[in-house]
Structures are given as structure tokens and as C-alpha cells.
């Protein structure tokens, strides 16, 4: 039955374990994330402090005892770099799972963006020369359809970027790309998508590793 809204609110019917589970793990900083620039197609290294980060996102990862996981990750070398550091090992590298094409705004913070463009974020407003949102949500519902086919036998760890990861988390709940907004999602965070009575639900989200070293 469809609400006033048009949302069914009958439980899905996805085939999987009701123990299944999905973590989607945000590559390391790099000096651009840190700096608020756009980061997509450039390949940008991890900074010594990412890579700190990705080793102990590993530790944290490893205490969820997850089923025989499939290790997906983007083709970029900074997320590959992660699942390195994190003792993951890339099954696959998927160009499905790689960050929002930002076109003319690649390497642009926010605010360089907003000098022309008042109150654009990627959520709101179009990237010239980039994806569309109607894009990333076809390719986000691409990659969830391969990983419930996946989680009827093995768990999943995504390993890839912020936006993307976000709009995982936003279609995974059946919201629109837009709402990826809502997440949060900081370098080397985690997130763990499952089910509960049959629902998809965010068991826990943007969970930060361990602070190496005390800092």
C-alpha cells in the first residue's frame, strides 16, 4: 500500500541473509579532501595521516566478523591504496563504484564554485561537463543490484569515495540521490547498511577509525 507520499512501506522482498551486511568504506585523506577540493577522475595519493587512517579503518573493519566478504573498490589509486593499508583484498575493481563526476568543477572547493554559482552544492545544482543526478542514481542502483545478488551468500565491503558512497547510503533506503545530503561521511569512515524484519536500514554510519597515534 502506497502512502499519501507514494512510498510502499511493505517490507522488500530483496532474497537475502537477515544477517547480510553491506559496509561502504571511504578512502583515506588525501591533500584535496583536506582541502575541500573536488576530487573525481584525478588520481591523488593518500597523505601520510590518510594512510594512518585507512590502517586503523582496517581494525575496525575487521572487528565486524563479516561472512567471507566480497571486497569491491574503485579504480583510484588512493581508494585501492586504502584497502591496502586496511588488509582488504580487492576482488574487484570497479569502475561502477568510482566518485560523482564533477566535469568543470573538478579540483574546485565550494566556495570557488559559489563566486559564480550562489548556493551550489552537488545536490542542488548541475556540474557542467559532469553526471547528472539521474546518472549517479542509475549507477548507484546498478551496483546495489549486484550486491544484493552477492549477499545471498557472502557479505560486502564497497571501498570508494564520499559523494558516491552517500548516494549508496540514500538509495539504499529508497530516498533519492539527493538526499545523500543527510549523510555525512568522512575520510577512512565506514558505514554498515543491512536489514531488520525484512527492511533495509543504516546499521551504523560514518563511523571514524581509530585515532592513530593519539592525534
Same mark, same amino acid.
Do not use: K
Given at each position: 500500500?502506497?502512502?499519501?507520499?507514494?512510498?510502499?512501506?511493505?517490507?522488500?522482498?530483496?532474497?537475502?541473509?537477515?544477517?547480510?551486511?553491506?559496509? #561502504?568504506?571511504?578512502?583515506?585523506?588525501?591533500? &584535496?579532501?583536506?582541502?575541500?577540493?573536488?576530487? *573525481?577522475?584525478?588520481?591523488?595519493? $593518500? =597523505?601520510?595521516?590518510?594512510?594512518?587512517? /585507512?590502517? /586503523? /579503518?582496517?581494525?575496525?573493519?575487521?572487528?565486524?566478523?563479516?561472512?567471507?566478504?566480497?571486497?569491491?573498490?574503485?579504480?583510484? %589509486?588512493? /581508494?585501492?591504496?586504502?584497502?591496502?593499508?586496511?588488509?582488504?583484498?580487492?576482488?574487484?575493481? &570497479? !569502475?561502477?563504484?568510482?566518485?560523482?563526476?564533477?566535469?568543470?568543477?573538478?579540483?574546485?572547493?565550494?566556495?570557488? +564554485?559559489?563566486?559564480?554559482?550562489?548556493? &551550489? =552544492?552537488?545536490?542542488?545544482?548541475?556540474?557542467?561537463?559532469?553526471?547528472? =543526478?539521474?546518472?549517479? *542514481?542509475?549507477?548507484?542502483? #546498478?551496483? $546495489?543490484?549486484?550486491?544484493?545478488?552477492? $549477499?545471498? !551468500?557472502? !557479505?560486502?565491503?564497497?571501498?570508494?569515495?564520499?559523494?558516491? *558512497?552517500?548516494? $549508496?547510503?540514500?538509495? &539504499? +533506503?529508497?530516498?533519492?540521490? %539527493?538526499?545523500?545530503?543527510?549523510?555525512?561521511?568522512?575520510?577512512?569512515? *565506514?558505514?554498515?547498511?543491512?536489514?531488520?524484519?525484512?527492511?533495509?536500514?543504516? +546499521?551504523?554510519?560514518?563511523?571514524?577509525?581509530?585515532?592513530?597515534?593519539?592525534?
Amino acid at each position: 500500500m502506497l502512502d499519501d507520499h507514494g512510498r510502499d512501506h511493505r517490507p522488500p522482498t530483496d532474497p537475502v541473509r537477515p544477517d547480510a551486511r553491506v559496509v #561502504l568504506l571511504r578512502h583515506g585523506e588525501t591533500d &584535496w579532501a583536506r582541502t575541500g577540493r573536488h576530487t *573525481s577522475v584525478t588520481d591523488v595519493p $593518500l =597523505t601520510p595521516l590518510g594512510e594512518d587512517r /585507512a590502517r /586503523a /579503518a582496517g581494525a575496525r573493519l575487521a572487528s565486524l566478523d563479516l561472512r567471507h566478504p566480497l571486497v569491491v573498490a574503485s579504480p583510484r %589509486t588512493r /581508494a585501492l591504496r586504502t584497502a591496502e593499508l586496511a588488509g582488504l583484498t580487492v576482488e574487484r575493481r &570497479w !569502475d561502477a563504484v568510482r566518485e560523482w563526476d564533477y566535469g568543470d568543477y573538478e579540483g574546485l572547493t565550494t566556495a570557488e +564554485i559559489r563566486r559564480t554559482v550562489p548556493h &551550489w =552544492t552537488v545536490w542542488t545544482h548541475p556540474c557542467p561537463g559532469g553526471e547528472t =543526478t539521474d546518472a549517479v *542514481s542509475a549507477r548507484a542502483d #546498478l551496483v $546495489l543490484s549486484v550486491v544484493l545478488a552477492t $549477499l545471498v !551468500d557472502r !557479505d560486502v565491503v564497497v571501498v570508494g569515495h564520499g559523494h558516491f *558512497s552517500r548516494v $549508496l547510503v540514500a538509495r &539504499w +533506503i529508497g530516498e533519492p540521490v %539527493t538526499e545523500g545530503r543527510r549523510f555525512a561521511l568522512g575520510p577512512a569512515g *565506514s558505514s554498515v547498511l543491512g536489514f531488520e524484519h525484512g527492511y533495509r536500514q543504516v +546499521i551504523a554510519h560514518n563511523v571514524p577509525p581509530a585515532d592513530p597515534g593519539g592525534r
